[in-house]
């Protein structure tokens, strides 16, 4: 079954608003990183994220290992903001990861 | 910051015929992925690549599939015959270790017809 669940699958946000995306992971986990995909496809790395919180401007991640989930916040939108967003868990060191199904995301203005 | 770099990005080609798809990895990178995604779903991993062998393949990286990267130059996936299911984008990504960061590149977008 699936591994990865990523929450929600889409969500429009009016300007401003503020934004939690879920990830979910049902084995034991050995990293995280949080991706964002543009409309033209490549990714951006947003996040390397084992565990704990980290933030970089109006993006923050929160893996809780023990609890098996892993959230990007994302502070005042912007259209900008625009995007698919992914996260990928390696379950054990040495393996390699493996994607959710990714939350797009719409901010309008 | 540091990149992987795709060639081609683009790439059409006749069922059947054979493709390389080219990865320039970061340069001090020791492992090496391959990814693939069709237009709209899931990005589903294919290969993993360490020390000049195959670590891992998923069930997607079938018998007409290829990786080498032969003397430190390009990392490389060669598919030989294509075939209408292959079409997708193709993500290369390295890290430096096993269970580090992953930088993917832009991705080679091929189209089988």
């Known amino acids: 079954g699936q591994q990865v669940q990523q929450s929600p699958a889409s969500l429009v946000l009016q300007e401003g608003e503020n934004a939690e995306l879920q990830c979910n992971f049902s084995t034991s986990l050995n990293s995280m990183q949080w991706f964002y995909q543009r409309p033209g496809g490549s990714l951006v790395s947003l996040f390397y994220?084992?565990?704990g919180t980290k933030q970089s401007g109006r993006l923050t991640s929160t893996t809780v290992i023990k609890e098996r989930r892993s959230s990007l916040h994302i502070s005042s939108s912007q259209t900008t903001d625009s995007g698919t967003y992914l996260c990928?868990?390696?379950?054990?060191?040495?393996?390699?990861?493996?994607f959710g199904t990714g939350t797009k995301l719409q901010v309008v203005p | 910051g540091p990149k992987v770099l795709q060639i081609p990005s683009h790439q059409i080609i006749d069922m059947g015929q054979m493709v390389t798809l080219n990865c320039d990895p970061v340069s001090n990178h020791l492992y090496f992925y391959w990814y693939k995604q069709i237009l709209g779903q899931q990005m589903e991993f294919l290969v993993n690549?360490?020390?000049?062998?195959?670590?891992?393949k998923s069930k997607l990286f079938k018998d007409q599939f290829s990786v080498e990267r032969p003397d430190g130059s390009y990392f490389t996936l060669k598919i030989q015959p294509t075939a209408l299911e292959d079409s997708a984008v193709y993500f290369c990504?390295?890290?430096?270790?096993?269970?580090?960061?992953?930088?993917f590149g832009s991705g080679t977008r091929l189209l089988v017809i």
């Open positions: 994220n084992p565990s």
């Open positions: 690549f360490y020390n000049g062998k195959v670590m891992e």
């Open positions: 990928a868990m390696e379950r054990n060191s040495g393996t390699y990861q493996r």
């Open positions: 990504a390295s890290s430096f270790t096993a269970n580090s960061d992953y930088t």
